[in-house]
């Protein structure tokens, strides 16, 4: 079944948020990189893939009910011009807080249009974003346990770039 067309722009605007995810936390592995912490770098690169997967799947999802997925435009993020760790997963954490809300109103939306079929789609992403979510929350609160312990970032740091590098393509839901 073909989306409403309001429905389409507003899985278009989804897609353009997951791209922009996955652009924030480029720039933030910059920002961790170049103060040599290369696993928390390693761990942010990989989230930025795994935005694309994210952005796919709302592409596909697009196509299989024959619309038509388009990009929107995204911004360079606004980053300040020296971050802590503390800084760089606070941020990662309140784009996930925004990305989740954004996930939310779409599953809202859907509601009220009566678009059925994308109930299993957006019910995976709203678990997956309680796990992003999660997921980063825990990073803040170790860091902050951390505080200035040099030999404990490092360590988060390296724990951190055990994380497995996954392929940007959708591979499911």
Do not use: C
């Not at 928390?40 to 038509?68: C, G, P, S």
């Not at 911004?75 to 996930?96: G, K, R």
């Not at 030999?151 to 390296?158: A, E, K, N, S, V």
Request: glycine share 6%; no cysteine.
């Amino acid at each position: 079944m073909k989306m409403t067309q309001e429905m389409e722009k507003l899985f278009n605007d989804q897609i353009t948020l997951e791209l922009e995810a996955s652009t924030v936390y480029r720039q933030l592995a910059i920002e961790v990189d170049a103060q040599d912490l290369p696993g928390m770098a390693a761990w942010l690169r990989h989230q930025a893939d795994e935005e694309i997967v994210h952005a796919n799947k709302f592409i596909d999802h697009l196509l299989d009910r024959d619309n038509h997925p388009r990009i929107g435009t995204i911004a360079a993020p606004e980053m300040a011009a020296s971050m802590t760790p503390l800084d760089v997963f606070t941020a990662a954490l309140e784009h996930e807080q925004k990305v989740s809300e954004a996930i939310r109103n779409l599953y809202r939306e859907g509601d009220a249009a009566g678009d059925l079929d994308s109930r299993p789609l957006l019910s995976w992403f709203i678990e997956e974003q309680i796990e992003e979510e999660s997921t980063v929350s825990e990073i803040v609160g170790r860091i902050k346990l951390i505080d200035d312990d040099g030999p404990g970032l490092l360590r988060l740091d390296q724990e951190l770039g055990q994380r497995p590098a996954e392929s940007t393509e959708n591979t499911g839901a």
